[in-house]
């Protein structure tokens, strides 16, 4: 299976802020990689797909670039509601696997 | 609009099975893919597998087979997640989740599964 690593797994940050995740792969995924958030209450969605493809309804704000085994999330001006945990997924080869989450939290 | 609202928190015993359900509303129930993810606490998010309800195709992660069967009833758009042999280590929250073009782009509110005698 392919190892997903995600840097942070947490980060203090303030309102306004930009902000980076990082997701290395075990192996090149190809582009293959999505972005999810999840709200305190459970609640999951997808933000990114195919690693830089804002996903319908998602804030500009959100953005992603990558290739090969590196990939990252970037959030351009924290807002209140992005205080979360975020997971980056590989779909490349099966099965799909998922980092171990990034918990961004008000500094 | 699309949801996937799942069945209740369980409470179950050790050696005995449970079986959760995921009704999906607001779209083609046989047109898409239904995946099942796995949240223990702390361990992040793992894929367990999905079901095509169109004809009842699945795909297991290999550490999910024999301990989850996938299920759909096309009649009531909802599809099923049963598990086995339960013991502590499937205690989690069970999520389901449609996709799309690679993409897990809607997904239930997840189910508290809790193992303990």
């Known amino acids: 299976d392919i190892q997903m690593t995600q840097t942070p797994s947490s980060m203090p940050a303030s309102l306004g802020e930009r902000v980076t995740i990082s997701c290395r792969a075990s192996q090149g995924i190809s582009n293959y990689l999505n972005w999810y958030q999840q709200k305190p209450d459970g609640t999951i969605k997808p933000l990114i797909y195919?690693?830089?493809n804002l996903q319908s309804g998602v804030p500009s704000r959100f953005s992603g670039s990558g290739s090969g085994t590196d990939y990252s999330l970037t959030i351009s001006s924290l807002e209140p509601e992005d205080f979360a945990m975020y997971y980056c997924q590989q779909y490349d080869s099966s099965p799909p696997t998922f980092g171990a989450g990034t918990k961004l939290e008000l500094k | 609009q699309v949801q996937l609202q799942q069945s209740g928190a369980e409470l179950v015993k050790p050696g005995s099975s449970v079986k959760i359900s995921c009704k999906a509303s607001g779209y083609t129930f046989t047109s898409y893919d239904m995946h099942w993810i796995k949240q223990q606490p702390g361990n992040g998010l793992e894929w367990i597998g999905w079901?095509?309800?169109?004809?009842?195709?699945?795909k297991y992660n290999q550490k999910f087979n024999g301990k989850a069967t996938l299920t759909a009833d096309k009649s009531s758009s909802t599809a099923y997640m049963q598990l086995s042999s339960l013991t502590s280590e499937d205690s989690a929250v069970y999520f389901c989740?449609?996709?799309?073009?690679?993409?897990?782009?809607?997904w239930g509110q997840g189910v508290m599964v809790t193992v303990s005698s």
């Open positions: 079901i095509y309800p169109g004809n009842g195709n699945t």
């Open positions: 989740a449609r996709y799309e073009f690679g993409v897990l782009d809607y």
């Open positions: 195919y690693t830089s």
